[in-house]
């Protein structure tokens, strides 16, 4: 397999489309429109496949419902306030259990905010974002192989358990141009779900529906959905540790930060101090297990993320009192550097009296 | 003797929840007329709206996907993208296509998507119990306009048929009734053209539907029928609004 | 003299109408040309007053209660 020099945004395009991405379907907000433009050119031409770019991030959600309801892999993409306005659409496919493959890669918020990179939209993904209980599965990729890595796997994940699926990236990893190889060919024929509508041909008729007069009914439908989920948990959560074997103090970070958590680290142990990375790579559902088995040896704890601290209840509740944490957040689209964050690491190294 | 009139097969034999003299009834059993008699059961997939036929899957026996409000224009595009060879029809209200709905079914139009539109417009949200729509008349008394529909606070109702017939994408749009024996009979006439403009891939059409809502108008049904005449269709003048096929005909 | 046409044979229908599904919403009572439908002084089971069909000859099969039924509760046979 050759290595290709692709931005993050394009490399998503090009690995959806190897997954068998039938439909695309995108409006443009910055900073994705690489990805929107991309599916525009590649996708489109392809026999049997679907680009559209809608009339708003609304319209482009019900689309992916619509080809999903037909049996799609379907696929749209956004940024913070576009994946605002698709939380409706995003309740209705995880309540009609249909898989989708969501991209969002966040910018600061909130509001209009800004178009530099942000990850203060890990509450919106990870606690299901629209309204009723439900969850999506949640990946946070940190690099553009990543990205090409994880796209392709969101779709097989969507299938298996019926499921939307966010990609949670970021308007660095977007934008930014690393190599990167596509391990899987394009299917000549877009693949078609089993099961999904396509006409009542020998067979009854089918119903894709949630809404029901019967609350009894809905409840069963919401115990069901959870039953998924911790299925899901039991066999997708995943993570990456980086140096945490004799670690004294754990950065968690995930996405743009852990790669700049990365950088301040490798910074720290050429200066002696043991410090690690544990970085989830599945954000919904989060490594609590591991965290908690890390628990056990290593008692500091330090979240670092591009935002007024969302993650850091995740890493709280898992940690349940069984170690100290701190948190180190940088919000509206600022981009600290390694250094800086390396900084902030060792003062508290040092006040805690670590060795 | 023989039978003049048969049961739709393709229309489920649930008995309909809709009001007495409700229109959705009437308009529910035209389009499976239609389409048993086009032979499209075993390709259709219909998208119902949020509203008093948002339980339309227990009446037809066609494969259908729910709709969020307003979005069955886009989602009945992703189908039909997604599986060209279906026959696609939204079956939706008045609030779902004239009010939050708005864009996505222009948009669709404009987009000439091979899709066939049922536009129910009774002037009221029915489901809710009555309150104003896009389309409620000047005058008109709804929960939410207790003083009649006023122009200048609430603006105009609303005419979709018009709008949409001037968007290139569109190919058939009509305006029909199901308050009479001669209009029910042009009603069917108009879906049935409708779908044949999808099967011949012309475009976007659309078929609105002025239906009698006797419980949120407050009057009997047979009052309502008669009033869909006397009242609505001054505002919503029934017709062909576009037809490529007329124009194209010399061709 | 010109020759007289024959004697056209009235023609005969009959209906049928279903007393659980009508919800005695009076259309095709209003509607039929004949006024062989009536409504009934009793409630079906839902609590409404069906329409009746009065069975006598003068009904000729012309559907047209049939096409405005919103219920499909009528049917209809024609000689």
Same mark, same amino acid.
């Given at each position: 397999m050759t290595k290709v020099l692709m931005d993050g945004n394009s490399a998503i395009g090009e690995a959806a489309i190897r997954a068998g991405c039938q439909c695309y379907f995108g409006y443009p907000i910055t900073p994705q429109n690489e990805l929107t433009e991309y599916m525009a050119t590649h996708?489109?031409?392809?026999?049997?496949c679907a680009f559209v770019q809608a009339e708003s991030e609304i319209a482009a959600i019900n689309m992916v419902y619509g080809a999903s309801v037909a049996g799609a892999r379907a696929m749209t993409s956004s940024s913070s306030p576009g994946i605002s306005l698709k939380q409706e659409g995003i309740s209705y496919l995880a309540a009609c259990e249909l898989p989708a493959v969501i991209v969002n890669m966040q910018r600061g918020g909130?509001?209009?905010?800004?178009?530099s990179a942000a990850q203060s939209d890990y509450f919106q993904a990870t606690r299901? %974002?629209?309204?009723g209980d439900y969850r999506t599965i949640v990946l946070g990729p940190s690099s553009v192989q990543e990205l090409a890595d994880l796209t392709m796997r969101a779709f097989d994940l969507a299938d298996r358990y019926k499921i939307p699926v966010v990609i949670l990236g970021d308007g660095v990893l977007g934008q930014m141009k690393e190599p990167v190889e596509f391990k899987r060919e394009a299917p000549s024929v877009p693949p078609i779900r089993e %099961?999904?509508?396509?006409?009542?041909k020998g067979r009854p008729s089918k119903i894709i529906k949630t809404f029901t007069s019967n609350p009894s009914e809905l409840e069963e439908i919401n115990w069901s959905l959870f039953r998924r989920y911790a299925l899901i948990k039991k066999e997708e959560t995943a993570c990456e540790t980086f140096?945490?074997?004799?670690?004294r103090l754990v950065v968690v970070a995930f996405g743009i930060a852990a790669r700049i958590a990365r950088g301040a680290i490798k910074n720290l142990r050429s200066e002696g101090l043991k410090v690690g990375l544990m970085r989830p790579v599945t954000l919904w559902p989060f490594p609590d297990e591991p965290l908690k088995e890390m628990s056990k040896t290593i008692k500091q704890y330090f979240v670092f993320e591009m935002?007024? %601290?969302?993650?850091v209840e995740d890493v709280q509740l898992a940690l349940a009192g069984q170690g100290e944490l701190a948190f180190y957040g940088r919000p509206g689209g600022v981009i600290p550097n390694p250094s800086e964050v390396a900084r902030v690491i060792s003062r508290l190294y040092y006040q805690k009296g670590l060795k | 003797m023989k039978t003049i009139y048969m049961h739709p097969k393709?229309?489920?034999k649930t008995p309909f929840?809709?009001?007495?003299?409700?229109g959705h009834s009437v308009a529910h059993r035209l389009v499976c007329e239609v389409i048993d008699e086009m032979g499209l059961q075993e390709r259709t997939i219909g998208i119902p709206p949020p509203?008093?036929?948002?339980?339309a899957y227990n009446y037809f026996d066609v494969d259908m996907a729910e709709s969020a409000h307003g979005r069955g224009a886009a989602v009945a595009t992703g189908i039909k993208r997604a599986y060209p060879a279906s026959v696609v029809f939204t079956y939706q209200g008045d609030g779902d296509l004239a009010g939050i709905g708005t864009a996505e079914t222009i948009h669709a139009a404009n987009r000439g998507e091979n899709v066939t539109t049922i536009f129910i417009n009774n002037a009221v949200y029915g489901m809710t119990g009555g309150q104003m729509a896009p389309t409620t008349l000047r005058g008109m008394k709804t929960t939410t306009t207790?003083?009649?529909?006023d122009h200048i606070l609430e603006g105009h109702p609303i005419r979709m048929s018009e709008i949409l017939a001037m968007?290139?994408?569109?190919?058939y749009i009509e305006r029909v009734a199901v308050n009479s024996p001669a209009n029910i009979r042009k009603a069917k006439k108009a879906i049935a053209k409708a779908f044949q403009v999808q099967l011949d891939g012309r475009g976007f059409s659309m078929v609105e539907i002025l239906s009698p809502c006797p419980t949120n108008w407050k009057m009997t049904p047979v009052k309502s029928w008669q009033w869909v005449d006397e009242e609505m269709t001054r505002v919503f003048p029934l017709g062909?609004?576009?037809?490529i096929a007329e124009k194209n005909g010399a061709d | 003299m010109p020759d007289k046409q024959p004697a056209l044979k009235p023609v005969k229908g009959k209906i049928v109408i279903s007393d659980e599904l009508?919800?005695?919403?009076g259309l095709c009572i209003h509607f039929c040309p004949k006024k062989v439908i009536v409504q009934s002084d009793k409630l079906n089971a839902a609590g409404y007053q069906s329409a009746e069909f009065?069975?006598?000859?003068?009904?000729?099969?012309?559907a047209i209660c049939a096409i405005v039924c919103p219920e499909v509760a009528i049917e209809v046979y024609r000689d």
């Open positions: 996708l489109s031409r392809r026999k049997g909130p509001g209009l905010g800004s178009i299901g %974002g629209g309204h %099961g999904a509508l396509r006409g009542a140096q945490t074997g004799d670690a935002n007024m %601290g969302q993650m | 393709s229309l489920k929840h809709y009001c007495p003299g409700c509203g008093c036929s948002v339980f207790p003083y009649g529909r968007l290139d994408g569109v190919a062909v609004y576009k037809d | 009508c919800k005695g919403c009065k069975d006598n000859g003068e009904c000729t099969g012309c």
